[in-house]
């Protein structure tokens, strides 16, 4: 076997391939050659929302690559003032700003020609979104960036994921401010790297408090503004979405692409239709067009031709008066699977005893999913969600008032061994202590070095449990700290107990809690990846129950090729253990699904915590930040299929399922043995089952999506043509601020069942 230092060498020369050219030995026309023959490479750090630490991640990336020798440049740096970001531009070569005059005043943009010359191998050039100066060659930075990645230079820039087009009126919606500086959503899926920089919108606040984004005469009209905790929450779980979508389509786990059609009538809410079904289209693959139909009353479509193809839809305009023909058509010429309408306005009483523009698609395309899209309504003003419950920060002084201490656990999360969970939990401790917090190192690993623990205070001393790797919860609470910092909470104390069990001793203390969670330490996880296992160091697995009680939960995020590269250095574990993990959970494959699977899992915590906050806001209108869906099954046999495709749907939008059945006022025998059997086939597809009791199914499915904060019903076809009072036509009428989802009818169901058989109820 390679002695460490021989495996070091070898593993740093397999990342130095291929080897460039130098520009300053004679090999300078050769080293213009080679960069010109390959477009560089884009890495984006992705944020929820402004003061997350883009730039700040940038620039340390910037100063780890230059110490390893590579040639590094700021194109374009903006740090708003703030000290800790200005204080990593020393020692980084700074390429001057090009001054551009403009009515009057001066603007600086990024001098990209003088790039060009200086030709680097890693250009900095932030906020990709940015909009230029008028008269520069490019509009959009993002042409920049293209230009400069044409040349051969590698870039690294930053982006807020409410610059997407595609989450555009979704983020306007939630935050009531409009975004006018977008990018395509082309420019992130033609990235080589997204590397999500997390913050919970609770750290975010503080953050903001202490004055480390914005000027202190600023800071409470933002945090009653855009960075109120829904906004925050909100946001953070579109970017983890938005994340963990990318990695599925680039590991390519996506099932087969599917198509979607979107018919507009030029009305307001047609731009937020679109973007819908754009949206839908990309997490399934597949291409969108956009088709109008008719004259719309003189109102000019070419904004949405516009927006069509920023978005990369195809558009088509047909003539004609007969709306409901016309879309037909398209979808049946077009091969969809997948069509997207807006819910019909009611003009009048009569209008309700014929069908509806949704019901003529129900009836007359049954092999295509229809999905009637409710009208985007204004986002709430800011002032109406101040009542009901006082912000943490509120309580934390009240109670300071009266002598006793909030404590609240925020958490790390890796998902693979070298993340910097650690690093990040004792960097938080030291940003506390350095602000005058009592903050003590309960337990950690003694493999940290003892550099990242010297301003830190360590339970008990050098000698004691805590340097040890061990928690001796009984000291811990006779020190009463104002925060403990506790590696590993899967890790155990020194009564053999799984530390995570102690959390709630500390909290009632009044002790806070920084703490690492790894992804592979979470039992739903580690029996998924048994077979890896064998080999991993012993631990005691958490129940993912844990996740609940935790306040704050982040993930440290790193993207696959930089965990390998830390590995082949000797940054992370030992040779024999590095040859090990290549074969078992650092295999690239593998890598990028439980990187996928974390992202997911903060997505869900952040969606509960969401949730939670509509409901005490008295938020009545749901926010698509996560789909959550009812899926309705009436007690009859033939229902598991729809289950089951139904939770095949929500797992490509990433949504949250409750199979919901309305009960009967009696149910025979046959009836409880088919809903004790779905009700098991749900659990087993990770839904929710919920029976209800109503005599009419529709008003009580309406009451209960209200009441849930649902924002989609899923319905199966029914089997006969429309007829005013059927369920489905009534939920149309009703539910006009919920989307509603008709599955198609699969092709052997069509040819089993008669035209003429009994309505299906639900």
């Known amino acids: 076997m390679c002695s460490p230092s021989t495996w070091h060498w070898t593993t740093e020369r397999l990342a130095e391939a291929p080897t460039l050219p130098s520009p300053g030995s004679g090999g300078a026309e050769k080293y213009a050659a080679f960069m010109a023959e390959r477009r560089g490479q884009l890495k984006v750090y992705l944020g929820a929302t402004p003061g997350a630490g ?20 700021i194109g374009f740096v903006e740090t708003y003032g703030r000290p800790r970001t200005e204080e990593l531009l020393n020692g980084l070569d700074l390429i001057p700003r090009q001054r551009v005059p403009y009515k009057g005043t001066v603007l600086e943009e990024m001098d990209v020609d003088a790039v060009l ?13 940015h909009t230029n100066a008028p008269g520069l060659p490019h509009e959009k930075r993002w042409q920049d960036v293209e230009q400069l990645r044409d040349a051969g230079i590698d870039v690294i820039s930053t982006l807020n994921v409410q610059h997407v087009e595609s989450v555009n009126d979704v983020v306007e919606k939630i935050t009531g401010i409009v975004q006018r500086e977008t990018i395509p ?38 945090l009653a503004n855009f960075f109120r905790p829904g906004n925050l929450a909100a946001l953070r779980e579109i970017a983890l979405r938005l994340v963990a979508q990318s990695m599925a389509a680039s590991r390519q786990v996506l099932a087969p692409a599917e198509d979607v059609l979107v018919a507009i009538s030029g009305s307001a809410s047609s731009e937020a239709l679109i973007r819908r079904a754009v949206r839908v289209a990309r997490r399934l693959g597949g291409l969108c067009m956009v088709v109008t139909v008719g004259s719309h009353g003189g109102v000019s479509i070419e904004k949405y031709q516009q927006l069509a193809a920023q978005l990369g839809c195809s558009f088509v305009s047909l003539g004609g008066s007969d709306v409901a023909r016309g879309i037909m058509e398209a979808a049946q010429l077009a091969n969809v699977r997948h069509l997207f309408i807006g819910q019909s306005v009611q003009p009048s009483l009569w209008a309700r005893w014929r069908p509806t523009l949704a019901d003529q698609m129900i009836d007359a395309l049954p092999g295509i999913d229809l999905h009637v899209i409710a009208p985007q309504h204004a ?63 309960a337990a950690i690993s003694p493999r940290v070095p003892k550099a990242e623990l010297e301003t830190l205070e360590l339970l008990g001393g050098p000698d004691a449990p805590a340097a040890h790797d061990r928690l001796d919860v009984a000291t811990l609470l006779a020190r009463n700290p104002e925060v403990a910092v506790i590696d590993e909470l899967n890790g155990l104390d020194t009564e053999g107990r799984v530390r995570a069990e102690s959390i709630p001793r500390l909290l009632e203390a009044g002790i806070t809690v920084l703490g690492t969670i790894h992804l592979l330490d979470l039992a739903s996880v580690r029996e998924s990846y048994a077979p890896l296992l064998k080999e991993r160091a012993p631990g005691s697995v958490l129940p993912d129950e844990v996740l609940t009680g935790i306040d704050e939960l982040e993930i440290v995020d790193v993207t696959p090729d930089v965990l390998l590269q830390r590995l082949r250095r000797g940054e992370i574990m030992s040779p024999a253990e590095a040859a090990r993990a290549l074969q078992a959970e650092f295999r690239p494959q593998i890598l990028a699904a439980l990187r996928e699977m974390a992202f997911r899992i903060i997505a869900d915590h952040t969606d509960r915590r969401l949730v939670a906050y509509m409901r005490e806001r008295k938020i009545e209108e749901p926010w698509e930040a996560r789909p959550r869906l009812i899926a309705c099954i009436p007690p009859k046999p033939g229902m598991a299929a729809r289950i089951e495709r139904v939770a095949g749907w929500a797992a490509r939008v990433a949504a949250q399922v409750t199979v919901v ?49 649902s924002t989609e019903i899923v319905l199966g076809r029914r089997r006969r043509a429309w007829r005013l009072w059927d369920t489905t036509a009534t939920l149309i009428r009703m539910l006009d601020d919920v989307d509603i989802h008709i599955l198609r009818r699969e092709e052997a169901t069509q040819a089993k069942e008669p035209a003429a058989s009994p309505p299906a109820g639900s």
Request: glycine share 6%; net charge positive; proline share 5%.
């Open 54 to 73: 883009k730039t700040f991640a940038m620039l340390r990336e910037a100063r780890e690559r230059k110490q390893r020798g590579e040639d590094v440049v």
């Open 185 to 222: 959503d082309r420019v992130l899926d033609l990235a080589d790297e997204i590397q999500f920089i997390d913050i919970s919108p609770e750290a975010l606040r503080k953050r903001m408090r202490h004055g480390n984004i914005y000027r202190p005469d600023k800071v409470e009209t933002a």
């Open 661 to 709: 059945s309305v009960r009967p006022p009696k149910l025979n025998e046959s009836q409880r043995r088919w809903l004790g059997e779905y009700a098991a086939l749900a659990h087993r597809q990770d839904a929710e089952f919920v029976s209800l009791y109503g005599r009419n199914v529709a008003t009580t499915l309406a009451g209960y999506i209200r009441k849930t904060l």
């Open 117 to 129: 010359k200086r030709r680097p191998k890693v250009a900095l050039v932030d906020e990709l979104a």
């Open 379 to 441: 986002s709430i003003p800011p002032n109406s969600l101040e009542e009901p419950r006082r912000l943490p920060e509120d309580l934390l002084r009240a109670q300071q008032r009266t002598g006793r201490r909030a404590a609240d656990v925020r958490v790390y999360l890796g998902y693979a061994d070298g993340s910097g969970t650690t690093t990040t939990m004792l960097d938080e401790a030291r940003r506390r202590r350095s602000r005058g917090t009592d903050v003590v190192v």
